[in-house]
């Protein structure tokens, strides 16, 4: 992490790059690591905007895959198929709105940040919040053997949503990136291998 007022080699590096955020190298890295995409996949990005984890994963699932960004704002990025962006809230919006472009995925994703108010058990609490309304996104809409990484603001109540992902995967991993700010409470929780159907009913 650098100094303040000196530079940031990732936002540096995300300009010469081409990436609209540095969060891309949160993502890069983490997949590098674990593998999670492959040429052909299909990729659900909840939190998606302004797309710089887009512009990542399009690369890596290349012109056979399919990528669906959900948020509430457009991404800054160009969407032509197979990029298509949902706008909304993932609190509330239709599942068939995205089951219409992909019934299922191979990845599910979730970088949904809530605004934060400065109080940290709130902002716990909002971020928890959003991770579970993803988890429950990617219930309904993983492919079996698939794969779950979920942001959360670490705290006192974030190892209920460990608990839900162990029961639900074979692996799971808690992952702090090297581009996650040391400074910033976002820890991110991952599923490998999703198991498969009857469980489903239960969780
Ligand atoms: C940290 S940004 C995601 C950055 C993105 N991964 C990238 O690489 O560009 C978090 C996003 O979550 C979105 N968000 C927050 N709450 C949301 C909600 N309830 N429904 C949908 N999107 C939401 C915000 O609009 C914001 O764009």
Redesign the pocket.
């Known amino acids: 992490m650098p100094r303040p007022g000196l530079p940031d080699p990732y936002r540096k590096r995300a300009r010469a790059e081409g990436y ?2 540095r ?2 190298y949160k993502l890069k890295e983490i997949d590098e690591r674990y593998r999670l995409f492959k040429e052909g996949q299909r990729v659900l990005d ?8 887009l512009q990542y994963i399009a690369s890596r699932i290349g012109p056979t895959g399919l990528l669906v960004g ?4 457009p991404p800054v990025i160009e969407m032509a198929p197979p990029l298509y962006f949902v706008p ?4 509330s919006l239709d599942l068939e709105t995205v089951t219409a472009i992909s019934p299922d995925f191979d990845v599910v994703l979730s ?4 605004k934060t108010t400065g109080t940290q058990e709130v902002d716990q609490q909002r971020s928890l919040a ?1 991770a579970l309304a993803a988890w429950e996104w990617a219930k309904k809409l993983l492919k079996p053997g698939g794969h779950f990484l979920v942001k959360v603001f670490e705290g006192p109540d974030s190892p209920v949503l460990a608990a839900l992902l162990k029961k639900a995967f074979s692996r799971c991993r808690r992952v702090k990136p090297a581009g996650s700010r040391p400074a910033s409470p976002e820890i991110y929780f991952l599923g490998l291998n999703y198991r498969a159907m009857p469980l489903k009913g239960k969780r």
């Open positions: 609209v955020a969060a891309a909840l939190g998606c905007s302004p797309g710089s984890w959900v948020d509430l704002t909304g809230e993932v609190e970088d949904l940040s809530p959003l």
